[in-house]
């Protein structure tokens, strides 16, 4: 298991930009490049939903279709971080955003950090 702890959150207006954070601590039977990390939201009465990955060693990503095109995702195994550049934000964007990391055997969550996009 891994501890992740977001962060980056704040109050955007629409069309503007911010960029998440998620440090990775704590390991025990895997470093950092061994967990496939993905990036997810949720608003307020929504289920939460998938909005980024990139796999373990930063090759290959993949998107929800409400996000691609103006959300890139990219991880720095050196430092055990993750990203989530989010640009061209839109009201819709509003939530929690949480960081999660996949293993073989086994995940975690963070805590998330709150994102508004508003005007």
């Known amino acids: 298991q891994v501890h992740l702890v977001e962060s980056g959150g704040g109050v955007v207006q629409p069309g503007g930009s911010l960029t998440l954070s998620c440090a990775a601590s704590?390991?025990?039977?895997?470093?950092?490049?061994?967990?496939?990390m993905n990036w997810y939201r949720q608003a307020p009465g929504r289920q939460r939903e998938f909005v980024a990955a990139i796999g373990r060693a930063g090759d290959s990503t993949l998107y929800g279709d409400s996000v691609k095109g103006r959300l890139t995702i990219s991880r720095d195994n050196s430092r055990n971080e993750m990203y989530l550049q989010m640009n061209s934000l839109k009201i819709e964007d509003t939530g929690v955003y949480y960081c999660?990391?996949?293993?073989?055997?086994?995940?975690?969550w963070g805590q998330g950090t709150q994102v508004t996009v508003s005007s």
């Open positions: 999660n990391a996949v293993s073989g055997s086994g995940g975690s």
């Open positions: 704590g390991f025990t039977d895997f470093t950092f490049s061994d967990y496939a």
